[in-house]
C-alpha cells in the first residue's frame, strides 16, 4: 500500500477523533471518579471505541444501506445525543447525579466516550471511506486497521494522565473547564447537524 496514503490515513484520523482535545473531556465527564474508576472508563471507552470502528470499517456501508441510514441522518442523531451530553455539563446535572449515588451507573465510557466522541460520525465515516479503497486485499485492511489502532492507542494515553491535568486544574479550575467544553460539545453538536442536514440537501 501507497506509504502516503497511510501516512493521510494516520493524520486524518488523529484530527478527526482528536486525542488531545479529548483529555480535558475526559477529565470533566469522569469528574469525581477514583483513579482506578477512571481508568476503568479508559480502557472500557477505548476498547469500545476500536470495536466500534472495527465493525463499520468491516461491515459500516453495507449495514447503513441495509438499514436505510444515510450518513447524514448518522451525523444528525449523533449531534442531538452529544447536545444532550454538553447541556449535562454545562448545568452540571452529571456532578448531582453521581453525588446522589454511592455507585454511579451513569458511566460515560460508552456514551458520549465510546461514542459519538472516539467513534463519532467522523471517525465512522473515515474508517468507512478509508477500507473502501483496500478492496478485497485484507492486507491492505489490516494495515488501515493498524493506523486506526495506533490512533486509538494515543487516545488511551490522553485519558490515562488525565488524572494529572485534573490536579494541575484544581475543583474550580475543572468547573470552568467543563463548563467551557460543554458550550464547545454544544458547539460541536450543532456543527454535526448542520453536516448532516448539508450532506441530505446535497444528497436530495
Do not use: Y
Not at 482535545?21 to 477512571?38: D, I, N, Q, S, W
Not at 483496500?134 to 492486507?139: A, E, I, K, N
Not at 494529572?164 to 458550550?183: A, D, F, Q, Y
Amino acid at each position: 500500500m501507497d506509504q502516503a496514503f497511510l501516512i493521510s490515513a494516520f493524520f486524518t484520523l488523529l484530527v478527526i477523533i482528536d486525542p488531545i482535545g479529548l483529555a480535558p473531556l475526559f477529565v470533566a465527564l469522569t469528574k469525581g471518579m477514583t483513579p482506578k474508576e477512571r481508568h476503568g472508563v479508559a480502557i472500557r471507552a477505548t476498547v469500545t471505541g476500536l470495536g466500534v470502528l472495527t465493525i463499520f470499517a468491516l461491515f459500516g456501508q453495507a449495514v447503513l444501506d441495509f438499514m436505510g441510514i444515510s450518513l447524514s441522518a448518522f451525523r444528525i442523531a449523533g449531534g442531538v445525543l452529544l447536545f444532550l451530553t454538553a447541556l449535562d455539563m454545562l448545568f452540571e446535572r452529571r456532578t448531582k447525579r453521581r453525588k446522589g449515588q454511592a455507585h454511579s451507573d451513569n458511566d460515560p465510557s460508552i456514551f458520549p466516550l465510546a461514542t459519538p466522541l472516539i467513534a463519532g460520525p467522523g471517525a465512522i465515516a473515515t474508517m468507512i471511506l478509508l477500507t473502501g479503497e483496500t478492496g478485497d486485499d485484507w492486507l491492505k485492511f489490516a494495515t488501515v486497521w493498524g493506523v486506526m489502532f495506533c490512533v486509538l492507542a494515543l487516545v488511551f494515553i490522553a485519558f490515562f494522565i488525565g488524572g494529572r491535568l485534573e490536579k494541575l486544574l484544581g475543583e474550580t479550575g475543572i468547573n470552568v473547564v467543563t463548563r467551557l467544553l460543554g458550550m464547545l460539545l454544544a458547539a460541536l453538536a450543532v456543527q454535526f447537524v448542520l453536516d448532516g442536514l448539508r450532506d441530505f440537501s446535497f444528497a436530495g
